[in-house]
C-alpha cells in the first residue's frame, strides 16, 4: 500500500525565516515518483516539482529546494527566506503505475501542512 | 485560456437538484481526472478517465456520475446530493503513456460545492 505522511499540520514563521515541511513515504514499488504541491487560498493546486524514484539529487529551484533520502523515505520541502506570499497548504504525493498496462498513474496525497508566513 | 479551467468556481444546491461541473484542459493531455477535496480529509480520487475511457471508479456513490466526450472536456453531473457531499471538487489532466508521457498531474481551481 502507497502511503504519504506529513506529520507537520500547521506551521507558522515570520516573514525571512527559513522553513521546511516534511513528507515521509511508504511504497512497495521500485519505480515511483515524488510531488510536491501548493493550495494557495484560491484553491488550485499549483505543482511544484515532479522527482523520479532513481534521481536522488538535491534540486533547487529560487527559494524552494527539495531534499530526498530514499534511505529514510522522505522527500522534504524548504522554503528559504519565506514571504507571505508562501503561505497556503503544501501537499506531498507520491504516484505509481495502477493499471496492468502502467499507464495511468494514480496520486497519493499526504493530508497537507497549511504554512502561514505572518509579516 | 490556458492550463485546466473549471466551471462554475461556486455552486450551491439542494438536495433534489441535478447540477453538472465542468472542466476543460488546453494542455493537449489524454487522462482526466475528479478529486473530492473535504475538510480535515486528504484528496480523494473519485474516477480516472483515460483516452475518454474510464478507467477508474474509486467507489463513488452513483449519485456522481462522469462523462467524458473528448480528451479536453470532463464532465461531473451531480443529483440527489447529500451534505456530506459538500466539498471542492478538483480536475485534473495528465498526459499518461507513449511519447511525452510525464504522468504528472495538473489541476483547475476547483468548484466549491455547498449541498444545503
Known amino acids: 500500500a502507497q502511503k504519504v505522511t506529513q506529520a507537520q499540520t500547521e506551521i507558522s514563521v515570520v516573514e525571512k525565516e527559513d522553513v521546511t515541511l516534511d513528507c515521509v513515504y511508504e511504497?512497495?514499488?521500485?519505480?515511483?515518483?515524488l510531488f510536491w504541491y501548493k493550495q494557495p487560498p484560491s484553491g488550485e493546486l499549483v505543482f511544484l516539482i515532479r522527482r523520479n524514484s532513481f534521481d536522488e539529487q538535491n534540486e533547487i529551484s529560487g527559494r524552494y529546494s527539495w531534499n530526498f533520502q530514499k534511505s529514510t523515505s522522505s522527500f522534504n520541502f524548504t522554503i528559504t527566506a519565506s514571504q507571505v506570499v508562501d503561505s497556503a497548504v503544501y501537499f506531498c504525493?507520491?504516484?505509481?503505475?495502477?493499471?496492468?498496462?502502467?499507464?495511468?498513474?494514480?496520486?497519493?496525497f499526504g493530508k497537507g501542512t497549511l504554512l502561514t508566513v505572518n509579516p | 485560456e490556458t492550463g485546466v479551467t473549471q466551471t462554475p468556481r461556486h455552486l450551491v444546491m439542494g438536495m433534489t437538484n441535478k447540477k453538472s461541473l465542468k472542466c476543460e484542459q488546453h494542455?493537449?493531455?489524454?487522462?482526466m481526472y475528479w478529486y473530492k477535496q473535504s475538510a480535515k480529509k486528504p484528496l480523494e480520487l473519485m474516477f480516472v478517465y483515460n483516452f475518454k475511457e474510464q478507467t477508474e471508479n474509486n467507489s463513488v456513490p452513483s449519485r456522481f456520475s462522469p462523462e467524458c466526450p473528448n480528451s479536453s472536456h470532463l464532465f461531473l453531473h451531480l443529483h440527489t446530493l447529500q451534505p456530506e457531499d459538500s466539498a471542492l471538487y478538483l480536475c485534473a489532466s495528465s498526459q499518461e503513456a507513449g511519447a511525452g508521457s510525464t504522468d504528472t498531474q495538473y489541476f483547475g481551481p476547483g468548484t466549491r460545492l455547498t449541498v444545503l
Open positions: 511504497t512497495r514499488d521500485t519505480t515511483y515518483y
Open positions: 494542455l493537449g493531455h489524454n487522462a
Open positions: 504525493a507520491l504516484t505509481y503505475p495502477f493499471n496492468s498496462g502502467g499507464s495511468n498513474y494514480k496520486l497519493t
